[in-house]
Structures are given as C-alpha cells and as structure tokens.
C-alpha cells in the first residue's frame, strides 16, 4: 500500500510541477553531502530543481519537464567495481549538463578520459585561473577565483572533444567542456566558492537557457489557482497543528476556498506546555481561521497503552489522527479532501522508498502512517518546498513571525520523546522539562539560530543529592540542533552557561529528575528525535 501511495504522489508532483514552474533542473544525486544544497541553490536563483537517485528512470525524469541536467558529487571512486554509474539517458537526452566532481569524474571516465587517485588530495580551498575568459560559465567572472574542493580522485585525460577552460595548482583538469557538457572538479554550491552562485546561475541562463520563474509569490498566486481547479466545490478539512508546515498550508487553502474549509487542530494529549491555547489564539483569533478543537487526549492515550516501541507508537498515532479526522468530517456533512502540511523531504523519501539505496529510517504519522483504507483525497500544497522555502512563503502570506520561525514539532509530540511507555506521569514530567529548555534558549537569543531544542525523557534512574538527602530519579537528555531542512543537522554549539542554567533549572523544578545530559549526536549518524 505505501508503495501505491508514493507512486501516486510522485506523479502528482510530477503534474503539478510540469505545468506551473516552467522548467525543471533535475540535480542527479550520486551521494554527495550537498545534493539538497545544490537544488536549492537552484531555487534560489528562481528556477524549480528537483533531486532524483542516479538509479532514476527517464520515464521519471522526463515527466519532470526537465531543462537542464545537474550531476552531484559522491563517495564512490569510479573505478572501484561498483561505482554509481552515469545514467545512459544524460548523454541520449542531449540537455545541457553541469556535472560537479564526482558527476565530472564519471563523465570523464565514461566518455573515454582517465580518473586516478590524485596525487595531492584536496580538502579545502583553491585557486582557479580561468583559462577561457571567453566561456560562458564565467562571463562576468574574475580570472581567478577561490573555490572550495573535496576530492582524491582526479582527471587525467579528457575524453575526445573536450577541452579545459579552468585550472588548479593540483588539478589541472578543474573546469572542462565539450561545448554541451560542463565539468567542475570543485563544488559550487557551498558558500566557500566565492563566485559559486554566479557560475550556476550562468549555466542555468547563459548555457541552458532557462528563465527564473519560480519565486514564492508566485508560488502563491499558482498554488491558490490550482487549489481552486483540484477542489472545485467540494470541501476541505485541514489538519492543523499550528506549526509552519500547517498553518501556511491552511492560509493558502483559505484563500483559495475561503469557508469551504474546516481546519482540525487534534490535542492528541502530546503537546507542549500551553501549546493548544497558544495555537487556537494565533490561528483562531488573529488569522481567523475556522478551527474545530478536539481533545482526543484519551483516545491516543489509550492507544499508546503498554506500547514501547517507536514504530509502534507511530502507526498507532497515525492511525488515531486519521480516525478522528474520520469523524469530525462526519459531522460536517460530506468532506472531499484531507489537507496536510506534507514538505518536499517527505515527497522525496516516499519517492525513493522502494529504491535499493533507502532504508525505512522512521514512518512520518503524515506519510508513512497513513492507514491504507484513508477515504479522503490528500491535498498537500507544499509538498515540493523546504522548510525554508515554506517560510518565505509564510512570511509572504504575512502570518506572524512566530509562526513562521516556530521550530518544529513532531506530529507524533511528546510520545517520541518518552523512551519507554507513554504514561501522563512521564508526559507531565518531559512538558515542564521542555518547556524549560525552550525558555532558556529564548531567553539567550538563540531560538533563530537553533533549528530545534526540546527534552528526552528516558527511562534511567540515577542517584542525587539535594538538601544533604538522598534522590533516586531520571535521568533527562536535552537535544538541541542546527539545520537547513532537517535531512542533516549539527548538535547544537550552545554556551555553557546556557546548557548550565538548563540543567539547573530542570533538576531544581522538576523534582523527579536527578540528573540531566546534553546529546552531541549528529545527524547522521543520529537522527533529531530519539525515536
Ligand atoms: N495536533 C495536530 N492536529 C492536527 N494535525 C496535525 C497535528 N500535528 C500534526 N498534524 C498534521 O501533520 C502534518 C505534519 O506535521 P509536521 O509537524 O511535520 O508539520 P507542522 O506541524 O505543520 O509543521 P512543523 O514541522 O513546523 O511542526 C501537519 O502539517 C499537520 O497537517
Ligand atoms: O510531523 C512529523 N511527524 C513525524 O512522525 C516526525 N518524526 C520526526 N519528525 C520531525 O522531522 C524532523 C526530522 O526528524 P528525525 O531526524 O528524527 O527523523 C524533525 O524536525 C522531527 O521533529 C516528524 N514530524
Ligand atoms: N566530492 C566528490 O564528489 C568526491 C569524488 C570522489 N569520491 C573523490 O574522492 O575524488
Ligand atoms: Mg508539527
């Protein structure tokens, strides 16, 4: 079922895409750690790109309207035994090719050159001395340059009909073309390459020929249209939370259909401290928004009754939302559409779920955990955009600020923060310790910054004293991360005075904690929620 169900998005998407956000770049992931950051540089400069696995299909990539082909870097060397290979229809389709180290790399070897280890490895930055002032990837450009390289492997012939317009100290070979096709042994695409932003964006104009359409007013103006041609005069029911995600969905629809949408804001009895209050006061009162409150606390509750697994916890809370979504549209006569603040990682790791190359890391409640009798259509507006991209879209809608830079919160809430059983015991202790963490990190100026930050119960006990006695109590985990789009992320690098007046004021107001720790677990190889 999950397969049909992401097959059926992509193909939404696809639509979608091919009709409103004039051409695609299609960015080829072989692996690399900035395969997100290519596509938004893409974005950035307003032309729609989407990422797709370098095992993908040219059914898939045609029906994606692409206008240029973009290949990433990636760990593999290409000539260890089995490398990604270059797919066959980038070369047959003729688009216009940027292909980035890794992406050069296999262009080379593919098309008749030479790859070797390097002699030097680079790590770092360089000096590039464009040695063909007259390319259009560096019109405008100065003849030397700073960019930033990450490779051990290195061209060392060209394939016939290329020729080399740029060049290293250590690699010669850094800028090559055959006219159609351009390489580039280092990475434009992170900031440390000073005129990185200006060679994509010459290729994207001056080579492929696009036109930057894609911005979010636009987005907005598009997506309104198409909501009203997929809707028609039927009616919606909006999972609201009152995170970003939602809310900027829920504005767009309203707009759209105005009061033939009903948003559903669930207190599944995992939210933060004064969370449904302070939602149906922004949402309700300043937005108005027309939001039907349900306190389905006992519902989930008891669902999550004796279940210590993680996944178990996730279906069955999936599985609750949509009951209860079930039977507030029963009340409001016939409902059509389900609408959810689905983003575009989502879209992407429904996509490629059933490639070889994904693993099921945890079932997102919206996607994943949808049960497969779900009788309502999905209407997700913001499923081909970042979090980032969301924002910018919210700030335009001008929904308040801290709506917009409201950090995330997971649907399936505070269960996932629980290690263990789900008990109002441990739900009332993981609150106050959350809510502590967040006014602390407030209170330091660090909410922008910070990506998310919040408390794990764990399951532990440990020793304290306090007032010459002996305590027994948790021990609690404080989790705070930075991140772009939450595919990766850093721990946090908070001051130590911050992490210590944290610590103090859990231990001290919260008394069934003795003990608490801070997480320097990455992502990856950790993910952001302990479970
Ligand atoms: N308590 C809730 N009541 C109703 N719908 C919810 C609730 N929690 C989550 N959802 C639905 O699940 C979707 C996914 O949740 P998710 O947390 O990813 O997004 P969000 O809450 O809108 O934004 P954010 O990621 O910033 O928290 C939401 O967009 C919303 O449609
Ligand atoms: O709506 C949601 N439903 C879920 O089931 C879910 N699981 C994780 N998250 C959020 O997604 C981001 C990445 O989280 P992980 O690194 O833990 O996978 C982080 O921002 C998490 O808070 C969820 N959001
Ligand atoms: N960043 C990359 O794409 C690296 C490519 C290849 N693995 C190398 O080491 O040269
Ligand atoms: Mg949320």
Redesign the pocket.
Known sequence: MSAHISEERQHSVETMLSQDVGKTVVVVD?G?QYSQLIARRVRELRVYSHLVPYDATWETVSSLNPGAVIL???????YEPNAPRLPKWVLDSGLPVLA????L?LIAHEMGGQVAP?NV?EYGPAELQVEDESSPLFDGLPKSQRVWM?????VISLPEGFWCIGSTVASPYSVVTNGKIYGLQF?PEVVHTHYGREIISNFLFKIAGLEPVWTPSHFIEESIQRIKDEVGQAKVICALSGGVDSSVAATLIHKAIGDRLVCIFVNNGLLRLNEAEEVLGVLRDQQHLNIRYVDATDRFLSALHGVMDPEEKRKRIGECFIRVFEEEASKLGEIEFLAQGTLYPDVIESATADTKAAAKIKTHHNVGGLPPDLKFKLLEPLKYLFKDEVREVGKNLGLPDHIVYRHPFPGPGLAVRIIGEVTPERLDIVRRCDAIVRQEIEKAGMYREIWQAFAVLTPIRTVGVMGDARTYGYLVAVRAVTSEDAMTAHWARIPHEVLDSIGSRIVNEVHEVTRVVYDITNKPPGTIEWE
């Not at 990433?72 to 290409?78: D, L, M, Q, T």
């Not at 980035?100 to 992406?103: A, L, T, V």
């Not at 990450?150 to 290195?154: A, L, N, R, V």
């Open positions: 072989f690399s990433s870097g990636g760990p593999s060397s290409v980035i180290c890794y992406g790399q390097a490895k990450s490779h051990g492997d290195s990475h």
